[in-house]
């Protein structure tokens, strides 16, 4: 069983640009939560999705942020016009369905550098 | 809010060294702990976890014991390996669902040294 799958595993871009991160759970899972790493800091809580809807969006920044996981496919945090401090890793996790806490899954990360 | 702090790296060991990395958190009602550990180029992959107070989580050798008057999750190793080395983080959730998210403290690379 593959694990969490994300891609690029390293991603450069100019400010101004857009850029898009994918993250595949793990087969039978249908939440997918996604952390920021900041240089020299913990993660930190972005968004949590189940299939084709968010759940929870509170650790998102208001704006240029923004996440999806469609029925089919891939979950895409996407986000606009860079900035330098966007610059960061970011990590996906998946769990399987479930009201109750199960454990998450993480992914290799993105590291993203804006220049 | 809640908060995971833990103490600052790197840390650099001698191979069969004894091993601690201080970890107190602050937390509202009654969270689950968790050590998380990511070797280089990878994922964060779970070490251990303790649900309630008095609770001891263990795995590779490695253990944390859930202190709730002290607040403090603190991790521990009788005899580290070169393969230890990578960087651990310590966290919490608050309640038990499929919501909650983790609060990780900043992380503490480890080097031990054949």
């Known amino acids: 069983n593959a694990g969490v799958m994300q891609n690029p595993r390293h991603l450069v871009r100019r400010r101004g640009q857009e850029a898009r991160l994918r993250c595949s759970p793990m087969?039978?899972?249908?939440?997918v939560y996604w952390y920021r790493q900041l240089p020299e800091e913990g993660l930190k809580f972005m968004v949590y999705l189940q299939k084709e809807n968010i759940i929870d969006e509170s650790g998102m920044p208001k704006e240029r942020f923004s996440a999806e996981f469609p029925k089919e496919g891939p979950s895409i945090l996407r986000i606009q016009q860079v900035v330098r401090g966007d610059s960061a890793a970011y990590f996906c996790?998946?769990?399987?369905?479930?009201?109750?806490?199960?454990?998450?899954?993480f992914g290799p990360g993105t590291r993203l550098t804006v220049l | 809010g809640d908060s995971v702090t833990q103490m600052e790296g790197p840390v650099t060991l001698s191979e069969e060294a004894f091993l601690t990395i201080n970890c107190t958190y602050t937390a509202t009602g009654y969270p689950s702990l968790f050590w998380y550990v990511q070797y280089p180029g990878e994922g964060l992959q779970l070490l251990l976890k303790?649900?309630?107070?008095?609770d001891k989580g263990s795995n590779k050798g490695f253990e944390a014991t859930y202190r709730k008057e002290t607040t403090s999750f603190h991790l521990e190793k009788g005899s580290v390996q070169v393969s230890d080395s990578a960087v651990y983080f310590c966290a919490l959730i608050e309640g038990y669902s499929s919501a909650s998210k983790i609060i990780f403290g900043s992380g503490t690379r480890l080097s031990i040294r054949p």
């Open positions: 087969k039978g899972h249908s939440h």
């Open positions: 996790a998946s769990s399987p369905p479930g009201l109750t806490y199960n454990e998450q899954f």
């Open positions: 303790a649900t309630k107070a008095d």
